[in-house]
Protein backbone atom coordinates (compact mmCIF):
# COMPACT_ATOMS: atom_id res chain seq x y z
CA UNK A 1 0.00 0.00 0.00
CA UNK A 2 1.88 3.35 -1.12
CA UNK A 3 1.53 6.25 1.36
CA UNK A 4 -1.20 8.86 0.19
CA UNK A 5 0.98 12.08 1.60
CA UNK A 6 -2.43 14.44 1.27
CA UNK A 7 -4.34 12.03 2.41
CA UNK A 8 -2.38 12.12 5.57
CA UNK A 9 -2.14 16.14 5.21
CA UNK A 10 -6.07 16.18 5.12
CA UNK A 11 -6.56 13.73 7.97
CA UNK A 12 -4.19 15.86 10.31
CA UNK A 13 -6.34 19.02 9.49
CA UNK A 14 -9.52 16.97 10.45
CA UNK A 15 -7.91 16.11 13.53
CA UNK A 16 -6.79 19.98 14.44
CA UNK A 17 -10.24 21.17 13.61
CA UNK A 18 -11.65 18.52 15.78
CA UNK A 19 -9.27 19.19 18.38
CA UNK A 20 -9.85 23.07 18.13
CA UNK A 21 -13.71 22.64 18.16
CA UNK A 22 -13.23 20.58 21.47
CA UNK A 23 -10.79 23.62 23.03
CA UNK A 24 -13.85 26.31 21.89
CA UNK A 25 -16.46 24.26 23.91
CA UNK A 26 -14.24 23.79 26.62
CA UNK A 27 -13.93 27.85 26.48
CA UNK A 28 -17.24 28.26 26.52
CA UNK A 29 -17.90 26.22 29.80
CA UNK A 30 -14.59 26.85 31.33
CA UNK A 31 -13.76 30.96 31.43
CA UNK A 32 -10.50 30.30 33.37
CA UNK A 33 -9.26 28.93 30.09
CA UNK A 34 -9.91 32.08 27.85
CA UNK A 35 -7.99 34.25 31.17
CA UNK A 36 -4.99 31.74 30.37
CA UNK A 37 -5.06 32.41 27.02
CA UNK A 38 -4.31 35.96 27.90
CA UNK A 39 -1.83 35.40 30.31
CA UNK A 40 -4.12 36.03 33.37
CA UNK A 41 -3.32 33.97 36.27
CA UNK A 42 -6.47 33.22 37.59
CA UNK A 43 -6.74 31.66 41.71
CA UNK A 44 -6.95 27.62 41.33
CA UNK A 45 -4.15 27.86 39.29
CA UNK A 46 -1.78 30.48 41.38
CA UNK A 47 -2.88 27.72 44.78
CA UNK A 48 -1.98 24.84 42.66
CA UNK A 49 0.76 25.40 40.56
CA UNK A 50 2.64 27.89 42.08
CA UNK A 51 1.96 28.20 46.07
CA UNK A 52 1.56 24.32 46.78
CA UNK A 53 4.54 23.56 43.98
CA UNK A 54 6.69 26.11 45.21
CA UNK A 55 5.83 27.05 49.15
CA UNK A 56 6.74 24.18 51.51
CA UNK A 57 3.85 24.28 54.32
CA UNK A 58 7.07 24.03 56.81
CA UNK A 59 8.07 27.48 55.74
CA UNK A 60 4.90 29.52 56.32
CA UNK A 61 5.26 30.26 59.99
CA UNK A 62 8.65 32.30 58.06
CA UNK A 63 5.81 35.04 56.87
CA UNK A 64 2.69 34.60 58.53
CA UNK A 65 4.41 35.36 62.11
CA UNK A 66 5.55 38.82 61.29
CA UNK A 67 8.05 38.67 64.60
CA UNK A 68 9.89 35.79 63.34
CA UNK A 69 9.64 37.46 59.54
CA UNK A 70 11.42 40.40 61.18
CA UNK A 71 13.95 38.68 63.46
CA UNK A 72 14.73 36.89 60.75
CA UNK A 73 15.09 40.43 58.07
CA UNK A 74 17.22 41.99 60.84
CA UNK A 75 19.11 38.77 61.67
CA UNK A 76 20.07 39.30 57.99
CA UNK A 77 20.63 42.55 57.92
CA UNK A 78 17.56 43.98 55.63
CA UNK A 79 16.16 47.09 56.69
CA UNK A 80 13.01 46.80 58.75
CA UNK A 81 10.69 49.10 60.89
CA UNK A 82 11.85 49.31 64.42
CA UNK A 83 10.29 46.64 66.73
CA UNK A 84 9.22 48.85 70.03
CA UNK A 85 7.89 45.40 72.12
CA UNK A 86 5.25 42.90 71.75
CA UNK A 87 2.65 42.10 73.99
CA UNK A 88 1.29 38.70 74.64
CA UNK A 89 -0.42 38.54 78.06
CA UNK A 90 -3.82 41.01 78.94
CA UNK A 91 -1.43 42.27 82.44
CA UNK A 92 1.45 43.66 79.88
CA UNK A 93 -1.39 46.18 78.25
CA UNK A 94 -1.36 48.82 80.85
CA UNK A 95 2.86 48.96 81.49
CA UNK A 96 2.55 49.31 77.47
CA UNK A 97 -0.06 51.61 77.46
CA UNK A 98 2.25 53.69 79.81
CA UNK A 99 5.05 53.71 77.35
CA UNK A 100 3.10 54.30 74.37
CA UNK A 101 2.63 58.00 75.62
CA UNK A 102 5.63 58.62 75.51
CA UNK A 103 6.40 57.60 72.51
CA UNK A 104 3.65 59.38 70.99
CA UNK A 105 3.36 57.82 66.95
CA UNK A 106 3.47 54.26 66.69
CA UNK A 107 1.72 51.12 64.34
CA UNK A 108 0.32 48.67 66.34
CA UNK A 109 -0.36 45.25 64.72
CA UNK A 110 -1.38 41.31 64.95
CA UNK A 111 1.67 38.77 64.78
CA UNK A 112 -0.55 36.62 62.57
CA UNK A 113 -2.63 39.24 60.89
CA UNK A 114 -3.89 39.50 57.10
CA UNK A 115 -5.16 41.52 54.59
CA UNK A 116 -3.91 44.73 56.57
CA UNK A 117 -6.59 43.53 59.28
CA UNK A 118 -6.11 44.90 62.89
CA UNK A 119 -3.38 47.18 62.25
CA UNK A 120 -3.86 50.31 63.98
CA UNK A 121 -1.66 53.60 62.92
CA UNK A 122 -1.35 56.61 65.85
CA UNK A 123 0.08 59.68 64.70
CA UNK A 124 0.40 61.49 68.16
CA UNK A 125 -0.80 61.73 71.65
CA UNK A 126 -3.02 64.91 71.96
CA UNK A 127 -4.62 65.85 75.34
CA UNK A 128 -7.87 63.96 73.84
CA UNK A 129 -6.13 60.86 73.15
CA UNK A 130 -4.29 58.77 70.44
CA UNK A 131 -4.77 60.48 66.75
CA UNK A 132 -5.55 57.66 63.97
CA UNK A 133 -4.20 58.12 60.82
CA UNK A 134 -7.81 58.86 59.58
CA UNK A 135 -7.78 62.12 62.28
CA UNK A 136 -9.60 60.37 64.68
CA UNK A 137 -9.33 59.79 67.97
CA UNK A 138 -8.91 57.07 69.96
CA UNK A 139 -8.95 57.34 73.86
CA UNK A 140 -6.36 55.00 76.33
CA UNK A 141 -9.63 52.61 77.07
CA UNK A 142 -9.98 52.34 72.97
CA UNK A 143 -6.45 51.27 72.72
CA UNK A 144 -6.64 48.85 75.64
CA UNK A 145 -9.50 47.53 73.86
CA UNK A 146 -7.57 47.10 70.55
CA UNK A 147 -5.05 45.48 71.83
CA UNK A 148 -7.01 43.09 73.55
CA UNK A 149 -8.58 41.97 70.46
CA UNK A 150 -5.55 41.11 68.93
CA UNK A 151 -4.41 38.80 71.74
CA UNK A 152 -7.82 37.02 71.59
CA UNK A 153 -6.99 35.87 68.03
CA UNK A 154 -9.98 38.75 66.18
CA UNK A 155 -7.35 39.49 63.56
CA UNK A 156 -5.16 36.23 63.13
CA UNK A 157 -5.17 33.55 60.52
CA UNK A 158 -7.87 30.76 62.14
CA UNK A 159 -8.63 32.99 64.88
CA UNK A 160 -6.04 31.78 67.08
CA UNK A 161 -4.92 33.77 70.40
CA UNK A 162 -2.11 36.55 68.82
CA UNK A 163 0.63 38.68 70.12
CA UNK A 164 0.32 42.45 69.29
CA UNK A 165 3.76 44.32 67.86
CA UNK A 166 4.37 47.97 68.15
CA UNK A 167 6.40 49.17 65.53
CA UNK A 168 7.92 52.43 64.63
CA UNK A 169 5.45 54.75 62.18
CA UNK A 170 6.84 55.08 58.75
CA UNK A 171 6.95 58.22 57.54
CA UNK A 172 6.64 58.10 53.68
CA UNK A 173 9.10 59.72 51.45
CA UNK A 174 7.41 63.03 50.30
CA UNK A 175 7.22 62.11 46.87
CA UNK A 176 4.35 60.42 47.85
CA UNK A 177 3.12 63.85 49.42
CA UNK A 178 1.02 64.72 46.86
CA UNK A 179 -1.03 61.07 45.52
CA UNK A 180 -1.55 59.57 49.09
CA UNK A 181 -3.96 60.50 51.90
CA UNK A 182 -2.98 60.23 55.33
CA UNK A 183 -1.63 56.73 55.68
CA UNK A 184 1.59 54.99 54.05
CA UNK A 185 2.00 53.67 50.46
CA UNK A 186 3.79 50.32 50.03
CA UNK A 187 4.82 48.40 47.43
CA UNK A 188 3.89 45.06 46.71
CA UNK A 189 6.13 42.73 44.07
CA UNK A 190 5.64 39.27 43.51
CA UNK A 191 8.54 36.86 43.15
CA UNK A 192 8.92 33.84 41.82
CA UNK A 193 11.96 31.61 42.74
CA UNK A 194 13.93 34.78 43.81
CA UNK A 195 12.69 36.64 40.47
CA UNK A 196 10.91 39.83 40.66
CA UNK A 197 7.50 39.28 38.43
CA UNK A 198 5.44 42.36 38.74
CA UNK A 199 5.28 45.45 41.09
CA UNK A 200 2.28 47.38 41.92
CA UNK A 201 2.42 51.09 44.10
CA UNK A 202 -0.53 50.53 46.94
CA UNK A 203 -2.18 54.38 47.73
CA UNK A 204 -3.97 55.03 50.76
CA UNK A 205 -7.52 56.90 50.52
CA UNK A 206 -10.31 58.55 52.28
CA UNK A 207 -12.53 55.53 51.72
CA UNK A 208 -9.69 53.19 53.26
CA UNK A 209 -9.25 54.76 56.72
CA UNK A 210 -5.73 55.99 55.59
CA UNK A 211 -4.49 52.28 54.59
CA UNK A 212 -3.08 50.85 52.10
CA UNK A 213 -5.82 48.17 51.34
CA UNK A 214 -7.08 47.89 47.70
CA UNK A 215 -10.08 45.76 49.41
CA UNK A 216 -11.27 48.49 51.72
CA UNK A 217 -10.90 51.38 48.67
CA UNK A 218 -6.82 52.05 48.34
CA UNK A 219 -5.54 52.34 44.85
CA UNK A 220 -3.15 49.91 42.99
CA UNK A 221 -1.12 51.12 40.96
CA UNK A 222 1.12 49.48 38.18
CA UNK A 223 5.03 50.06 38.17
CA UNK A 224 6.98 49.08 34.99
CA UNK A 225 9.40 46.99 36.35
CA UNK A 226 12.22 48.22 34.23
CA UNK A 227 12.24 51.90 35.28
CA UNK A 228 10.57 51.74 38.32
CA UNK A 229 7.85 54.69 36.76
CA UNK A 230 4.05 54.53 37.87
CA UNK A 231 1.22 53.43 35.37
CA UNK A 232 -2.18 53.65 35.15
CA UNK A 233 -4.22 53.25 38.56
CA UNK A 234 -7.06 51.14 39.19
CA UNK A 235 -9.61 51.71 42.44
CA UNK A 236 -12.62 48.76 43.05
CA UNK A 237 -11.90 47.49 39.27
CA UNK A 238 -11.73 50.86 37.42
CA UNK A 239 -9.43 53.00 36.04
CA UNK A 240 -8.59 56.11 37.79
CA UNK A 241 -5.76 58.78 36.25
CA UNK A 242 -5.99 60.87 39.56
CA UNK A 243 -5.87 60.67 43.28
CA UNK A 244 -10.01 60.72 44.32
CA UNK A 245 -8.62 62.37 47.59
CA UNK A 246 -5.95 65.31 46.42
CA UNK A 247 -6.91 65.23 42.27
CA UNK A 248 -3.16 64.75 41.38
CA UNK A 249 -1.89 62.82 38.51
CA UNK A 250 -1.13 59.25 39.88
CA UNK A 251 0.87 58.23 36.47
CA UNK A 252 4.75 58.44 35.67
CA UNK A 253 6.12 58.64 38.83
CA UNK A 254 9.50 57.75 39.56
CA UNK A 255 9.94 56.06 42.76
CA UNK A 256 13.00 56.76 44.38
CA UNK A 257 15.45 53.68 45.07
CA UNK A 258 13.78 51.20 42.86
CA UNK A 259 16.71 49.48 42.53
CA UNK A 260 17.36 48.86 46.02
CA UNK A 261 13.60 48.26 46.27
CA UNK A 262 14.24 45.25 43.70
CA UNK A 263 17.23 43.84 45.47
CA UNK A 264 15.31 43.77 48.74
CA UNK A 265 12.69 41.63 46.95
CA UNK A 266 15.13 39.46 45.56
CA UNK A 267 16.84 39.14 48.51
CA UNK A 268 13.35 37.96 50.57
CA UNK A 269 13.27 34.83 48.71
CA UNK A 270 17.15 34.01 49.94
CA UNK A 271 16.17 34.54 53.13
CA UNK A 272 12.77 32.61 53.78
CA UNK A 273 13.07 29.66 51.23
CA UNK A 274 9.72 30.37 49.56
CA UNK A 275 9.52 30.26 46.07
CA UNK A 276 6.31 32.29 45.24
CA UNK A 277 5.79 35.22 47.39
CA UNK A 278 4.60 38.45 47.78
CA UNK A 279 7.08 41.39 49.34
CA UNK A 280 5.66 45.04 51.09
CA UNK A 281 8.02 47.59 50.91
CA UNK A 282 7.73 50.96 52.46
CA UNK A 283 9.41 54.38 51.39
CA UNK A 284 10.51 55.98 54.66
CA UNK A 285 12.08 59.65 54.31
CA UNK A 286 14.91 59.07 56.44
CA UNK A 287 15.74 55.33 56.49
CA UNK A 288 14.53 54.71 52.73
CA UNK A 289 13.16 51.67 51.57
CA UNK A 290 12.30 49.68 54.50
CA UNK A 291 10.80 45.82 54.40
CA UNK A 292 7.04 45.85 56.02
CA UNK A 293 6.31 42.23 55.37
CA UNK A 294 6.12 38.87 53.52
CA UNK A 295 2.88 36.45 52.19
CA UNK A 296 2.70 33.24 51.52
CA UNK A 297 -0.21 33.46 49.54
CA UNK A 298 -0.15 37.00 47.54
CA UNK A 299 -3.31 38.34 45.88
CA UNK A 300 -4.16 38.60 42.33
CA UNK A 301 -5.23 41.89 41.84
CA UNK A 302 -1.81 42.96 41.05
CA UNK A 303 -2.28 42.19 37.55
CA UNK A 304 -5.34 44.78 37.42
CA UNK A 305 -2.77 47.14 38.76
CA UNK A 306 -0.47 46.51 36.04
CA UNK A 307 -3.46 45.89 33.15
CA UNK A 308 -1.55 42.51 32.57
CA UNK A 309 -1.56 38.71 33.68
CA UNK A 310 0.95 37.11 35.77
CA UNK A 311 0.88 33.99 34.06
CA UNK A 312 3.19 34.43 30.88
CA UNK A 313 5.95 35.79 33.49
CA UNK A 314 5.70 33.21 35.24
CA UNK A 315 5.69 30.20 32.72
CA UNK A 316 9.02 32.55 31.09
CA UNK A 317 10.88 31.61 34.53
CA UNK A 318 9.79 28.56 34.84
CA UNK A 319 11.19 27.63 31.32
CA UNK A 320 14.70 28.65 32.30
CA UNK A 321 15.99 25.79 34.17
CA UNK A 322 19.61 27.30 35.03
CA UNK A 323 18.23 30.48 36.65
CA UNK A 324 20.59 33.24 37.63
CA UNK A 325 21.81 32.74 41.68
CA UNK A 326 23.42 36.56 41.91
CA UNK A 327 20.51 39.02 43.25
CA UNK A 328 22.21 41.24 40.33
CA UNK A 329 21.52 38.65 37.28
CA UNK A 330 17.91 37.72 38.58
CA UNK A 331 16.90 41.64 38.31
CA UNK A 332 18.31 41.90 35.22
CA UNK A 333 16.32 38.89 33.91
CA UNK A 334 12.97 40.67 35.53
CA UNK A 335 13.74 43.32 33.29
CA UNK A 336 14.02 41.72 30.46
CA UNK A 337 10.57 39.52 30.96
CA UNK A 338 8.87 42.73 31.72
CA UNK A 339 9.54 44.16 28.59
Given at each position: MTFDKQHYKELLLEQKAKGMAILASLDAKTPWRRLEKFGILGMNKRNGDYIAKYNSRRHY??????????????????????????????????????????????????????????????MKKTSQGFRKSSGQIIGEQGLVHHISNILSGMYSLGGLPDTALIEQRVQFDPVFADISYQGVPDIRTIVLKGVPVMAMLRLPTHESDGKANLHQGAIGVGIDLKTGKTLRGVMHEHTVIHHPDTGHLISDLAIPNWERILQLTAHCYDLVGLGYIGVDIVLDRQHGPLMLEMNARPGLSIQIANQCGLLTRLEQIEAIQNLPKSIPERLALAKILSE
Open positions: PLVDDKLKTKKLAEDAGLAVPKLYGTVQTEHEIPDLVEQLELIGDFVIKPAHGSGGEGILVI
